[in-house]
């Protein structure tokens, strides 16, 4: 059992320390053009809501086509996909640091912005190896 905390422990740290690159708080952060950079934020701060790729485009006041175009260059993904992923990483830490009794699976993805319980669990199992039930029993 311990392993498996340490294991999970782990991963918290390498997944604080992804979002924190990824937002642009390393040295790459000056090659990254403004536009992109107001687009990070703006789906940092409004992962949880149902936000699509016009609505960051909006925030970063360009097209959609730029701001895909963007993302791909710099950050080799998708607006979308990037939401994704920061949708699941917020995901994995509320169910680690939940409370089984009073948390559901289906209530936290709800409120990481997964609106499919389906397709949510399905993405936590291929990003984190295992279901998001068994990590928020773990917890």
Not at 9 to 27: A, I
Not at 66 to 74: D, G, K, L, N, T
Not at 102 to 117: E, K, Q
Request: charged share 25%; net charge positive; with cysteine.
């Amino acid at each position: 059992m311990q392993w498996n905390k340490s294991l999970i422990c782990f991963v918290g740290q390498s997944l604080r320390e992804s979002e924190r690159m990824m937002r642009g708080n390393d040295k790459t952060t000056a090659h990254q053009p403004r536009m992109l950079r107001r687009a990070l934020d703006f789906i940092h701060e409004n992962s949880h809501y149902d936000i699509t790729i016009r609505d960051i485009a909006s925030a970063a006041d360009v097209t959609p086509r730029a701001i895909q175009y963007a993302f791909r260059e710099h950050l080799n993904t998708t607006p979308l996909e990037y939401l994704r992923r920061i949708r699941l990483e917020r995901a994995h830490r509320e169910l680690l640091s939940a409370d089984p009794a009073f948390d559901t699976v289906t209530s936290i993805a709800g409120r990481c912005g997964f609106s499919h319980p389906g397709r949510f669990s399905s993405a936590y199992k291929q990003v984190f190896g295992t279901e998001p039930s068994r990590t928020l029993r773990s917890s």
